[in-house]
């Protein structure tokens, strides 16, 4: 029986890639349950998997063996063009490098999400995600007229604009400075709480872990639970 409760339902995830003539397996048995409005970090040393687990949530890759559930829907059994769809409706990215397209205003980088999704009120919505990290001023900017601040905050403007059930978050500050960054996190962590969004935050800091509900470290392909 599906649990209502779990937007995200992981089970005996495993990962592995191919080098020259040897495997190498990046996720082992990875099981992973998050409640709706939950918040989680996932820390680990560099290279242990945890960028490639994001990755499997948000569907950007197809797992080796085992499934992901998110909000009920296995999205490994998703077509193409039903994932990129799903993804588009249920889901919110934030990488640490942002990602913006460099030939779009700031207001045109966070209407993406819902022109894909084809909302008819994309502009209104746009300028009240932007509005919501204090960006109003700034919807006209390109990119390269941004600070670094400015352009995550455009980001998760943009991961924020469908409102989506659930957000995946890769060191989403990991190229800020300090002051800047701890900015930054409050403003997501303030929306993530007040949209009663499920956020899954991948970090190398343990301040921000600790800031979370729960607490997994990943060692080894495995995922544990941080006591």
Avoid at 94 to 122: C, G, K, W, Y
Avoid at 189 to 196: K, P, Q, T, Y
């Amino acid at each position: 029986m599906k649990d209502s409760s779990l937007q995200v339902d992981v089970r005996g995830v495993c990962k592995s890639y191919r080098q020259g003539d040897s495997t190498i397996e990046v996720l082992s048995g990875v099981d992973l349950e998050v409640g709706r409005g939950e918040t989680v970090a996932i820390t680990g040393q560099s290279g242990s998997g945890k960028s490639t687990l994001l990755s499997l949530l948000a569907g950007l890759d197809q797992p080796t063996r085992g499934t992901i559930q998110i909000g009920g829907q296995e999205i490994s059994t998703l077509g193409e063009a039903a994932l990129a769809d799903f993804r588009s409706r249920n889901l919110g990215i934030i990488f640490q490098q942002f990602h913006l397209m460099s030939n779009l205003t700031a207001l045109e980088n966070v209407s993406l999400p819902l022109e894909i999704s084809r909302d008819a009120e994309f502009k209104t919505r746009s300028r009240k995600a932007l509005q919501q990290v204090g960006l109003s001023h700034r919807e006209n900017h390109m990119p390269s007229q941004l600070s670094g601040g400015e352009r995550q905050r455009v980001a998760i403007a943009r991961a924020f604009v469908v409102q989506p059930s659930l957000l995946l978050a890769d060191e989403p500050s990991g190229s800020l400075d300090t002051k800047t960054g701890r900015y930054v996190m409050d403003l997501l962590f303030d929306l993530a709480r007040s949209e009663m969004m499920t956020l899954i935050l991948v970090t190398h800091s343990d301040e921000l872990a600790r800031r979370c509900d729960r607490q997994w470290v990943l060692e080894q392909g495995r995922l544990s639970v941080t006591e």
